[in-house]
Structure formats: structure tokens, C-alpha cells
């Protein structure tokens, strides 16, 4: 079995690699559909990440060889590999919004969109973490944080081999691998110890660079060269069949183990990060002949490998959805179905989309062409998509329009007013104190900063049965605990 696209740069393929890609997406997948399933899912991100590294590095390592390299073949490359699917997901998931989401919510999703096209939705994301942040379910595209750290890293990593190899040719080829070591270390003691919270963490480049190093610290070993990275011979480090297998069988069970063993009081990245990441690098590492090789090498994985890169693009944006319109709490029988409809989207994407653009169905392989297209493509999605942004409040989505009327009341209601702050003196501290006093009794909502949202409906209820409404809550506070109330005033017990 080969591959199109290795068979274009003379590049031997390994079955295996996809099938560690299928071991990945289908992690990620898992998690998001059930985190309880496979509670470490989410480190098939991390193991893309190992991959990527790789094989990128591998491709210009080679051409730097064989005196090919070029920046512009190499972006056109990139551009060619991952717009096409991008490009479908993000329109269909913009199209989509219009029906499925109110104005505010579409105009978050705009945001997201024209972030994610820019290659910055990780930093978009640490700009929103925090208390008030919207839920994770409520934002279909939040899934290309990791997308736009690969390609911050591809800005970086072209012209880093570049001058390693220029170094390697003058200076040993010893000190290159320590440099590179070093960014590798520097890189993990910032994820260690860089004073940032977990969330923001997470998504920061930085805490990611060094997973894409390992993988690119392997390429160099695996470079033609071996210790001088030439054009001539393969690493001379060879290992007893036995330590292969048993380095790929330790490397699989790693990867496995953390994906259902992860326990949710651990930080991530953190100390665990490091067994997932070098389980990948130990697989990426060992001969097609190996035990754990041959099994990420059947046909099924294989498949599902080809396919991993728009099935990762359109999960999530289908479970999200899901959730959003079910109110967050879909049946797990809706989203294990919303995860094999993404595996049929994914399957269709690779082989209609995908394939013929980049010309691997024909074998055609042309660099230049359809690249001007695609990047045309993608500066009028980000437009549309930002546009959408600045035009919320113009926007009247059908579908939703009366929910939206209730969301629009709620958010314009005033959340404070004179006559509940002269009746209830001492509501002074609390953020939300309404009174529509115009009953003889009182229909009151008290609670934390959740009380504010039925609070206008409610109020209109009330009136039509001759009660008045109260209004009295605090954020992220039950305040009425340890409290008495009286209908003239509020005192702290």
C-alpha cells in the first residue's frame, strides 16, 4: 500500500502513522462523546501534535537533502493539505449557525470563525477564559485551537531545520541536537512552571512547542545521515528485534493507558503529558516490523488514519450542535449517532473534496495550482465571517426569533431599580435587586447571577395574574444562605 502524496517526494510510507493517527482521532472523539468512556481522550491531540512534528520535519529534512527545499513549496504544501476540508467545515458550520443559533450565539461563532481562519482561535479562547466564559458545548469551532498552534509552528519550524541544517554542515552535528534539546526543555519547564491557570495553559503555544520538537527531534534521528543528516546512508543506530518490539508494544500501551486512566484531579499539560507524547514518538520510532506497528498498520486504522484529519474538523462542530440544541443534554444515543454521521462526512470530505483538489486521485501532484483559489477561498470566508461579527445586532435569524425576543428583554431589563434598593435597603451589596411592585403579593426569584435569565418572563407572568415580582440574586452566590428575609427588608443573620 502506498500514498500518493509520499510517492510525490520519493518519501517511503508508513501505513503505521496513519494508524497511530486513527488511534488519535478516535480518542479525541471518544472524550468528547463520552468523557467517562475514555477519560484521557483528549490526548490524541497531543499525539497529533508528536506526528506532526514528524512527518513535517521529515518532508524538509529530506528536500534539504536532495537540495529541493523551498519556503513557498513548502507553505503551498500546507495550504494544499489543510484548506480544503477547513474551508467546507467553516462554511458549512457558518451556514448551519444561522438556523441553529441565536444572533448572540452566530456572533460568537463569527468570532471563532474569523479567529480560527487567522490561525489564532487558541488565543482567542485565553481570551475568553475566565467565570463568565460560555460553556465549551456552545462553541462549535473551539476544537482548531490545536489546528492554529500547528500552524504558528509552521511559521517557526521551516527555518529552524533550515538553520540546523547550515549549522550541522559547519558545527557538530551533536550541538544542533543540544540546541534543539534545549528548546525541547525550555519548552516543557514553561509548561511546569509558567504561573498561568490551567485554562489559558492549555491553549498557549508555548506549553505545546515541545510535543511538536519531539517529534521533530526523531525525524532528525531518522534523517538519511544518521549523526550528519546527508543525503547518503540511514541512522547507524540499530536495535535487537526483541527491544523493538518491546519499545512498540511499551509505546502503544502507554498511549492507552493514559487514555483510560487519566484521573481529572491532574493537570494537563503537565508531569503525565510526557508518557503519551514519548509512547508516540516510541511507535513513531520503531520498524513497520514491530508488534505495535503491524497492529496500527490493519486496514481499518489505516482508513480511519486517511480520514482523521476532516473527521477531527467535523466532530466536534456535530456534537456541539447537538448539545446546543438539546440543551446541553443530548441522549447518548443522539451523539454516538452524531459521531458516525462526522465519520461519513470525514469519509466523503477525504475522498470528493480533499483528494481531487489537491490532485492525489489522479496521481496528479502540481504543486502552484488551485493554491491562489483556496487562499482567495479562505480571505472571503474570513471576511463573511467577520462581517457576521460586526452585523449581529442587525441580524434576524427566523428559526429562533421569538426565543431571541425573550433573550433580547432579558438582557436589556435594568438589573437594578429604586424602589427594590428603598425597600430592601441592605440589597445594596447585591448585583441584581428589580421590583415590579404591582400586587398585593410578591412572586420572588432569589439566587445567584442564573436567577437573572427566567426573571423577565417570570415578571410578565406575574402581572397577568395580579402579582408583583421580585428580583433579588448575587454572583456565584446563594446570598439568601445564612440570611432572613422579611417582606420590607434583608438582614445578614
Known amino acids: 500500500m502506498s500514498n500518493p502524496v509520499d510517492r510525490a517526494f520519493a ?12 488511534l488519535a482521532v478516535l480518542g479525541v472523539v471518544i472524550f468528547h462523546v463520552n468523557p467517562a468512556i475514555l477519560p484521557g481522550g483528549f490526548f490524541g491531540v497531543d499525539i497529533f501534535f508528536v506526528i506532526s512534528g514528524y512527518l513535517i520535519s521529515s518532508f524538509i529534512l529530506h528536500e534539504l537533502a536532495d537540495g529541493t527545499f523551498s519556503f513557498t513549496h513548502f507553505y503551498a504544501r500546507r495550504i494544499r493539505r489543510l484548506f480544503p476540508a477547513l474551508i467546507t ?34 488565543f482567542r479562547l485565553m481570551d475568553e477564559a475566565g467565570y463568565f466564559d460560555a460553556a465549551s458545548y456552545t462553541k462549535p469551532l473551539m476544537h482548531l485551537w490545536s489546528l492554529s498552534i500547528e500552524e504558528q509552528f509552521y511559521l517557526v519550524c521551516p527555518l529552524l531545520l533550515l538553520l540546523a541544517w547550515k549549522w550541522g554542515k559547519r558545527l557538530s552535528i551533536n550541538l544542533v541536537v543540544v540546541l534543539l534539546l534545549c528548546l525541547l526543555i525550555a519548552s516543557f519547564l514553561f509548561t ?10 492549555f491553549f498557549h503555544p508555548l506549553a505545546r512547542i515541545w510535543e511538536l520538537l519531539a517529534g521533530v527531534g526523531l525525524a532528525c534521528w531518522h534523517g538519511k545521515r544518521g549523526h550528519a543528516l546527508s543525503s547518503s546512508g540511514i541512522h547507524g543506530r ?8 518491546l519499545l512498540s508494544l511499551t509505546g502503544l500501551g502507554a498511549m492507552l493507558a493514559c487514555f483510560g486512566l487519566w484521573r481529572t484531579d491532574l493537570v494537563h499539560p503537565g508531569w503525565i503529558t510526557p508518557i503519551p507524547v514519548l509512547g508516540a514518538v516510541a511507535l513513531l520510532a520503531s520498524p513497520a516490523s514491530a508488534p505495535g506497528n503491524r497492529l496500527l498498520a490493519l486496514k481499518t486504522p489505516v482508513w480511519i488514519g486517511l480520514i482523521s484529519y476532516p473527521l477531527y474538523l467535523w466532530h466536534w462542530p ?22 458516525l454521521f462526522s465519520i461519513g462526512l470525514a469519509a466523503l470530505t477525504w475522498r470528493f473534496i480533499e483528494l481531487p483538489i489537491r490532485g492525489l486521485s489522479t496521481g496528479q501532484y502540481k504543486i502552484k495550482s488551485r493554491v491562489p483559489g483556496l487562499c482567495g477561498s479562505m480571505v472571503c ?26 433573550l433580547d428583554e432579558t438582557r436589556d431589563f435594568p438589573i437594578r431599580d429604586a424602589s427594590c434598593l428603598e425597600k430592601f435597603p441592605l440589597a445594596q451589596t447585591l448585583q441584581y435587586c428589580r421590583l415590579e411592585d404591582t400586587g398585593a403579593s ?18 410578565r407572568l406575574a ?16 446570598f439568601h444562605l445564612g440570611r432572613v428575609h422579611t417582606t420590607a427588608e434583608v438582614w445578614y443573620a
Open 318 to 339: 456535530i456534537l456541539s450542535f447537538l448539545r446546543i440544541m438539546e440543551s446541553s443534554s443530548p441522549s447518548s444515543t443522539i451523539l454516538w449517532a452524531g459521531a
Open 463 to 478: 402581572r397577568k395574574y395580579g402579582y408583583g415580582a421580585l428580583l433579588l440574586a448575587s454572583h456565584a452566590c446563594l
Open 381 to 406: 470566508l474570513f471576511i463573511i465571517a467577520y462581517g457576521m461579527f460586526v452585523l449581529e445586532k442587525r441580524l434576524t435569524f427566523l428559526p429562533v426569533q421569538p426565543v431571541q425576543s425573550a
Open 442 to 459: 410578591l412572586v420572588a426569584v432569589i439566587g445567584d447571577s442564573h436567577a437573572l435569565a427566567p426573571f423577565a418572563g417570570i415578571a
Open 192 to 201: 511546569l512552571d509558567s504561573g498561568l491557570d490551567e485554562t489559558n495553559l
Open 238 to 245: 540499530h536495535l535487537p528485534a526483541r527491544l523493538w518490539s
Open 11 to 22: 518519501f517511503p510510507y508508513r501505513p503505521d502513522i496513519d494508524g497511530l493517527r486513527a
Open 89 to 122: 467545515v467553516l462554511l458549512a458550520v457558518l451556514i448551519f449557525g444561522v438556523f441553529a443559533l441565536y444572533a448572540d450565539e452566530y456572533r460568537q461563532l463569527a468570532r471563532h470563525a474569523y479567529a480560527s481562519i487567522a490561525f489564532l482561535e487558541n
